[in-house]
C-alpha cells in the first residue's frame, strides 16, 4: 500500500522529479569527469609539464566536492518539500514514523545511487566526445587519458552515496521532529525582508576587502607561492558571499522605492528579485565562483593554444626542411598549405658543409628578424653579406647541416667543381601547424628514417611545435576540458535551483493573471527575474577571472591577450544555458489565460 | 426606470469534458442581471456550479454557450489584450485566500493594478492614499503581508481589488479566512463602499451571514438558478432569518 502511495506520489510530481534527477545526473556526471582527470595520477605527471598542476587539481577536486555537498543539500531540502505532504499523509492513514522513515532512507539513497551511475555514464559519453573533439580542434596528443576510469566511478558513487545517505538522516531527524499536521500543510512562511543598512553595509566593507586581498594574493603568486591558491579561495569566496548579501538587497530596494519602479510589472519583478537574490545568495556565490573557474579555466587553455604558435613561429623562420625530396615527400609537400617555400643546394665534404653564394643574393634565406629574446616572430630578408655574418650564428641555418662543423659560401663555378657528398634542400613555411599537422608528421618522419637524424637535429618550427605541445599540450587540454566541465556544472547547478524554486511563483503568477497581467507581461518579468539571477554571478565571475588570470604571469607571455574573445565565447554558451533556464521557467509558472477552451 | 446592467447573463451554459467523453453540466441556462450600485450574492452548496460561475464571470474560463455582458461589453470572446486588459480595469477581486503578494509591501500590492495601467507615479500615490483611508489601512502601508492579520490582509486585498475604479467587484468567498469580527468588519466596508460609491458587488458565498448583506440573493444548486430572494428594504436581522429559512426549504 505504502508502495503504491509512493508511486503516485512521483507520478503527481513527475516533471519535479524530473529536473532533481537531471540536476544530479549532471552533476554526479561532471564529478566523475573532474575526478577521472584529478586523480588520475599517471595522466598528470604525464602531460602537465610543470609540477603544481597535482596541486591545482587537488584543490579544484576539493572546492568540486563542496559544491557538491551545497548540492546535494539543496537537493534533499528540494526532496523532502516534495514528500513530506506525502508522508504526512501516510502517517494520517496510520503508517509507522520507523516505516516512514526507513521508505525515506531507501527512497534517497536509491536516488542517489541510480543518478550517481547515470551520471558516470553520461560522463563517460561526454567525456569521449569532448576529448575526441578537442584532440582534434587543438592538435594534441594525450597520454593516459582515458574516459573510463575505475577508480573515478567507484570514488563518484562513493561521494554521492555517502553524501546522499548523510542527507536522508538529516532529513528524517528533521521529519521525525515535525508534527504531522504541519507536514500536511506545509506553507512557506514568508521571509521577512529587513534592511539593516549598518550591518548590510559592514558586510559590503568586509566583502569588498576581502575580494581585495583574495586578488592580491594571486597577483603576488611568484612571491606567496602555492600558499596564493588557499588564501585566495577562501577570501574570494567569502568576499563573493558577503558582498551578495550585502549590496544587491540594498540596491534593489532603492530601486523599489524610485520612480523608475512604479511602472507596469516592475515593483513585482524588482521583489521577486530581491527575494530570490536573498534566498539565493549561498547558491550565486558558488556559481559565480563555478563561472570564475570556468571561464578561467578556458581562458588559460585558450592561453597556451594561443601561446604555442608564437612561441613556434619565435623559433624558427621556417617550419621544416626538406633534404633530397622523394617523389613521395613531394606529394605530401604539396597537400601543404604553404606561405613561402625555397630551394638551395648544398655539398658536404668532410666536416663542412658548402653553399652557392648566387643561390642565396638571387632567392634570399628568410631569417628570424630579432635575436631570441626580443623576438616576435617576424621574418627579414638581408643581403648577401649581411646574410654571411648573420648564417653562421643562425640555429635555423644550422640546422641544414647538423653533422657539419664549418659553413662555408662559395661562388658560382667554385660550387659547381666542388667535390662531395651533393644535397637539395627545400624549406617550407606553412600557415599553420595545427591544420597540417598530420602532413608534417609524414614528411618528418620519412626523413628520420632516410636520414637517421634524431627527430630535434631537424631543426625548424615543426620540432618546436611538437616539442611545446607535449609541455603545454597537456595543460591546454585539461583548460578546455575543465572549463568546459565547470559550466555545465554551474550551469545544471543554477538551473536545477531556479526550476525547483517554480512551485512557489506558480502561485504568484496565477494570481497576476486574475488581475489581467498580460501573457507579454509576464514572460518579461520572468526573463528580468531568472535573466538576472544568470547575471550577477556572470558579471562576478568574470571580475574574478579578470582578476584570477595574474596568477598564470609566470607561465603566459600575456594571459590577457584574447581574454576577450573567450569571455564573449564562454558568454554565450552561459547564455544558453540561461535561455534554456528561462524557457523551462516560462513553461512551468505562467498559466494560460484561461482554463478550458 | 430602465437602467443597462452592469452585469448582463443569458442562457449561459457550461459543459466540461470533451465531445467524445464522459459530460459534465457545470451550469445550465443562467440568466440574470446586476443593476448599478447592486449588492448580489449567489449561494449554494458545494459542487453547485457558484465557482464556474464566478470563474465565467471573471473571464477566468469560457462558457460552452449564451453570452456575458459587463459594463456593456460581451467578455466571453476576448483574447490576449483584451483580455488582460478588460481584467485588469474592469474587475476588481477579492480571494478567499487574499492572494497577496507576499514580496510586496501592502502598498506595492494596493499599486499593482494602477502600475499595470502606467498611472503617473503621483496619481497612484494618492490613489493608494485614498483608498487606504476609505479601508482604515493608511498605517499599515509599508508592511509586508506576513505581518498582517487575516483581517488586515483581507482588508488590503479589498484595496486592491478597488483602487482602479473597477465597473464591478466580486468577492469569491472573500471572508471564508477570516474570524466572525474581521468578517463582519469587512462586509461593513463593502456595503459601505457600494452604497457611497455605488459600485455594484457580487459575492459569492454559502455563508448565510455574509449573504444577509447582500440586496439580492441568488441560490443555485445543481447548476441551475433555484430561488431568488430581494431583501426589499428589511433590516439585517431579519433578511439574515429569510436566508436561513429558505436554506432551510432548499436543502429538503
Redesign the interface.
Known amino acids: 500500500m505504502l508502495l503504491k502511495l509512493a508511486i503516485t506520489g512521483i507520478k503527481q510530481r513527475f516533471r519535479d522529479y524530473v529536473v532533481l534527477l537531471m540536476g544530479l545526473i549532471i552533476s554526479s556526471g561532471i564529478f566523475y569527469i573532474f575526478a577521472s582527470l584529478a586523480i588520475n595520477t599517471d595522466f598528470i605527471k604525464a602531460n602537465s609539464g610543470i609540477s603544481i598542476a597535482a596541486q591545482v587539481f587537488m584543490f579544484g577536486m576539493v572546492l568540486l566536492l563542496i559544491i557538491t555537498m551545497v548540492y546535494v543539500s539543496y537537493a534533499n531540502t528540494f526532496l523532502l518539500s516534495m514528500r513530506q505532504h506525502d508522508y504526512g499523509l501516510f502517517m494520517m492513514l496510520g503508517a509507522k514514523k520507523q516505516n516512514i522513515g526507513v521508505l525515506m532512507v531507501l527512497e534517497t539513497i536509491l536516488l542517489g545511487g541510480v543518478a550517481s551511475i547515470i551520471g558516470i555514464i553520461l560522463g563517460i559519453g561526454v567525456s569521449s566526445v569532448l576529448s575526441q573533439f578537442l584532440f582534434n580542434q587543438l592538435g594534441v596528443t594525450i597520454h593516459h587519458f582515458s574516459p573510463i576510469y575505475g577508480p573515478a566511478m567507484i570514488d563518484t558513487l562513493t561521494v554521492y552515496v555517502v553524501l546522499f545517505a548523510l542527507a536522508a538522516v538529516l532529513n528524517l531527524s528533521k521529519l521525525m521532529r515535525t508534527p504531522v499536521l504541519k507536514l500536511l500543510h506545509v506553507e512557506d512562511e514568508a521571509t521577512n525582508v529587513r534592511v539593516r543598512p549598518v550591518l548590510q553595509a559592514l558586510a559590503a566593507v568586509l566583502g569588498i576587502a576581502c575580494l581585495a586581498i583574495g586578488y592580491y594574493a594571486m597577483a603576488q603568486i611568484m612571491t606567496l607561492q602555492l600558499t596564493a591558491i588557499p588564501i585566495a579561495l577562501v577570501t574570494i569566496t567569502l568576499g563573493t558571499y558577503l558582498l551578495f548579501s550585502a549590496i544587491i538587497g540594498g540596491v534593489l530596494t532603492a530601486i523599489r522605492k524610485s520612480r523608475f519602479a512604479a511602472k507596469r510589472l516592475r515593483t513585482f519583478t524588482l521583489a521577486q528579485i530581491n527575494f530570490r537574490v536573498r534566498g539565493y545568495t549561498r547558491i550565486l556565490t558558488v556559481v559565480s565562483l563555478l563561472f570564475a573557474m570556468a571561464l578561467g579555466a578556458i581562458s588559460v587553455g585558450a592561453g597556451f593554444q594561443r601561446q604555442i604558435p608564437t612561441m613556434v613561429a619565435s623559433i624558427s623562420s621556417y617550419t621544416i626542411s626538406i633534404k633530397d625530396e622523394t617523389p613521395n615527400e613531394a606529394k605530401l609537400a604539396k597537400q601543404l598549405h604553404v606561405k613561402w617555400q625555397k630551394s638551395y643546394q648544398q655539398t658536404i665534404q668532410g666536416d663542412t658543409a658548402y653553399y652557392n653564394e648566387a643561390a642565396f643574393a638571387k632567392q634570399p634565406f628568410p631569417m628570424l628578424a630579432n635575436p631570441a629574446a626580443k623576438n616576435d616572430g617576424r621574418v627579414k630578408q638581408f643581403s648577401l653579406p649581411e646574410f654571411k655574418k648573420k648564417a653562421i650564428i643562425s640555429s635555423d641555418f644550422l640546422a641544414l647541416s647538423p653533422t657539419s662543423n664549418h659553413i662555408r659560401f662559395l661562388n658560382n663555378s667554385d660550387f659547381n667543381n666542388l667535390k662531395g657528398q651533393k644535397h637539395q634542400l627545400t624549406i617550407i613555411r606553412v600557415h599553420s601547424n595545427v591544420q597540417d599537422r598530420k602532413v608534417l608528421e609524414k614528411i618528418t618522419a620519412s626523413q628520420q628514417r632516410r636520414f637517421h637524424e634524431p627527430f630535434f637535429n631537424l631543426g625548424g618550427g615543426y620540432s618546436g611545435f611538437v616539442l611545446f605541445n607535449n609541455l603545454f599540450g597537456g595543460l591546454e587540454f585539461m583548460g578546455f576540458f575543465l572549463g568546459i566541465a565547470f559550466l555545465a556544472m554551474l550551469a545544471s547547478c543554477l538551473m536545477f535551483k531556479i526550476l525547483s524554486g517554480a512551485n512557489k511563483d506558480v502561485v504568484r503568477y496565477n494570481m497576476l493573471n486574475r488581475i489581467g497581467v498580460s501573457q507579454r507581461l509576464m514572460k518579461q518579468a520572468i526573463w528580468q527575474e531568472v535573466g538576472t539571477l544568470f547575471i550577477i554571478p556572470g558579471v562576478l565571475g568574470i571580475i574574478d577571472v579578470l582578476f584570477g588570470l595574474q596568477m598564470f604571469k609566470p607561465l603566459l607571455y600575456n594571459p590577457y591577450e584574447i581574454v576577450g574573445w573567450t569571455i564573449l565565447g564562454f558568454c554565450m554558451l552561459y547564455g544558453l544555458y540561461a535561455w534554456l533556464t528561462i524557457s523551462l521557467y516560462r513553461r512551468l509558472v505562467v498559466p494560460p489565460m484561461q482554463l478550458s477552451k | 426606470m430602465q437602467t443597462t446592467p452592469i452585469v448582463d447573463v443569458k442562457n449561459l451554459q457550461k459543459i ?1 469534458g470533451a465531445k467524445k467523453e464522459k459530460q459534465y453540466e457545470a451550469l445550465t441556462d443562467i440568466n440574470f442581471a446586476v443593476a448599478p450600485g447592486e449588492f448580489v450574492g449567489i449561494m449554494g452548496p458545494s459542487g453547485s456550479g457558484k465557482t464556474t460561475l464566478l ?1 465565467l464571470l ?5 462558457p460552452t454557450a449564451g453570452s456575458v455582458r459587463i459594463n456593456n461589453q460581451e467578455v466571453s470572446h476576448l ?3 483584451q ?7 474592469q ?1 476588481g ?1 477579492i ?1 478567499q485566500d487574499f ?1 497577496l ?4 509591501t501592502a502598498r ?1 500590492n494596493i ?3 494602477l ?2 495601467q ?1 498611472v503617473p ?1 503621483s496619481k ?1 500615490v494618492a490613489a493608494v492614499e485614498e483608498v487606504a483611508q476609505t479601508l482604515s489601512i493608511a498605517d499599515l502601508l509599508d508592511k ?4 498582517l492579520s487575516g483581517g488586515q490582509k483581507q482588508r488590503v486585498a479589498a484595496a ?1 481589488a478597488l483602487v482602479h475604479h473597477p465597473a464591478i467587484i466580486m468577492g469569491d468567498e472573500p471572508t471564508g479566512a477570516l474570524d466572525s469580527k474581521s468578517a463582519r468588519e469587512l462586509l461593513d466596508l463593502l456595503s459601505n463602499i457600494n452604497q457611497q460609491q455605488n459600485v455594484p458587488v457580487l459575492l459569492v458565498t454559502h455563508d448565510p451571514f455574509s449573504a444577509s448583506f447582500c440586496d439580492r440573493i441568488l441560490f443555485i444548486q445543481d447548476g441551475r438558478i433555484k430561488q431568488e430572494l430581494s431583501r426589499q428594504g428589511q433590516a439585517r436581522k431579519d433578511f439574515y432569518g429569510q436566508i436561513l429559512e429558505q436554506l432551510g426549504t432548499f436543502e429538503q
Not at chain 2, 471573471?58 to 469560457?62: F, G, M, P, Q
Not at chain 2, 483580455?83 to 480595469?89: E, G, I, S, T
Not at chain 2, 509586508?144 to 505581518?147: L, T
Request: glycine share 2%; no cysteine; charged share 30%.
Open positions: 466540461y470563474n471573471s473571464t477566468l474560463d469560457v483574447k490576449g489584450k483580455l488582460a486588459d478588460f481584467r485588469a480595469q474587475v477581486f480571494f492572494n503578494l507576499e514580496s510586496l506595492e499599486s499593482l493594478p502600475s499595470l502606467d507615479r497612484t509586508y503581508p506576513a505581518e486592491r
